[in-house]
């Protein structure tokens, strides 16, 4: 037996103006994909591992993984699926696929779709697994051209390799002729806020509970998949994928139960902001009571995880605005400055311009520098193991780095885009993240409870308040619906659709880039 074993994973988010080329993926081929794949937490780790239990050949064309950001270059993506779909080609007895779901090229919206496409047309009746993130948003053209998807059910994501394990399981059933899966998905025109797709919380929770349940009776996978909505695509939506042995209404049955489960509960997938100068002040009031550590201040808008630069300064102007001291922020992504300032050397002071370089083109949003005077305390190369618990080990550069002390804040300042994910962050220019009064953070919110943020102050975390930009969407969710519920079947009355479109398009402004200081005003008001 042989199998095609590849990983091609990107979340695109469709606003974000930073670059993906080819390197931004550091691919491995071949030989160098298994190597690179082998024994990690994967998805593509566990179809390894299967392969070696099953004592099945491989093929590994590639090992392909980028950090969120903006459309992928077409030619990279044409690099990477060429390898896949030739490998496909040479003959196999399965494919085994671990993509992301949310991956869009600068010219077509759907890259699994259209990847899993070309690797049906050239391996007809060639069993295809695969596995997805959670923020996969899914489409026609991906179902119809795979056997088994099966996505991770956590998030944050921990069985990413549990979820590649499930899908191999069941194409090694199908290969053994003990099963025959079949596909059922249901995708209601349901946006929502990436801060709401956490699986240990409210109605994402409850929608992965009911597919475990669904799993425990009898079904052979069910996913629900929260979908991406930074992504100006025709459905960025939430889907859930149900497999069932053989009975297409039994999977349908449960794809329809689910989806409306969520539907039902859509209210609770918005995530409501407050004006930022608020959370300033809320700030303030815990850092003057009771406790000790610092106060968390989560620029989520700005995640490097969702796309963002890096280099937003609104939230620190702000914070200084708010009368805030003491806070330490970072990493902040300036490589200008951080020339500047190595130049100037260790303990010189300075005055100039920081953040803000890259604009928002695709919001409209462009935005002055933060203009700061201040010391240079300290200068390091940027790089740290990471301590842990999440990428444990795993050796981090963020190119040279800075820290520029304004008085009020304390700043590191890098030339490479680096998600908070680690204390090393700090720890690396001499910074003790846990010493200071406020710690600004570029992150989403669950970093939180990572080792960088051990000993804040209220558990609670305080996340900004952020206003939302007004974007019109290139293309609105369709709606396949019946009357008073989008899941049904049959024509929708106009005006219904009509309201359903434009509070979707609410929830793609309340949603949509949550770095979003701007001052614009909703398009589409509620
Ligand atoms: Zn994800």
Known sequence: MR???????????????????????????GQGALEAARGTRTAMGAFLDLA????????????AWANPSGPVDDAAYQQITDCIVDAVARGCDAVL???????????????????????????????????LDLHGNVTQRMVENADIIVSFKTYPHVDMYEAGAHAGLLLARMLAGEIRPVMAWRRPPLMTHTL???????????????????????????????GFSLADIPAPCLSVIAIADGDRAKAEACAERIARQAWGERRNFCYQSEPLADSMRRAREQASGPGSGPVLLLDHGDNCMSGGTCDDMEVLRAALAGGLEDILVGPVCDPQAVAELVAAGRGAHVVLPIGNKRALDKLGI?????????????LSDGRFIVTGPTYTGQPMDMGRTVVFDTGAARLVLTERIQEPLDVGVFACVGEDPGQASYLLLKSRMYRADGTIARGVRRPGRNLLGLQPVSIQPRAAPRIPAGRGHPL?????????????V???????????WSRSRARTRLALGP
């Open 3 to 29: 199998f095609v074993i590849a990983r091609l994973n990107h979340e695109t988010n469709t606003f974000s103006p930073v670059p993906t080329p080819l390197e931004a993926f550091e691919p491995h081929w």
């Open 52 to 63: 070696d239990e099953l004592g099945a050949q491989v093929s590994t064309p590639v090992f």
């Open 97 to 131: 696929l671990d993509l992301h779901g949310a991956l869009v090229t600068v010219t077509r919206d759907d890259g699994e779709g259209e990847l899993l496409e070309r690797v049906r047309a050239v391996a007809p009746g060639v069993p295809i697994a695969v596995a």
């Open 196 to 226: 709401r797709s956490a699986t240990d919380q409210g109605a994402m929770r409850h929608a992965v509970e009911a597919a475990r349940d669904a799993e425990q009776e009898g079904l052979l996978g069910v996913s629900v998949l929260v």
């Open 366 to 378: 462009s935005r002055a520098p933060l203009v700061l005077e201040g010391t240079v305390r300290n």
């Open 488 to 500: 049904g079947s049959g024509m929708m009355h106009a005006t219904e659709q009509a309201i359903i």
């Open 502 to 512: 434009r509070r979707l398009a609410v929830f793609v402004v309340a949603l949509s």
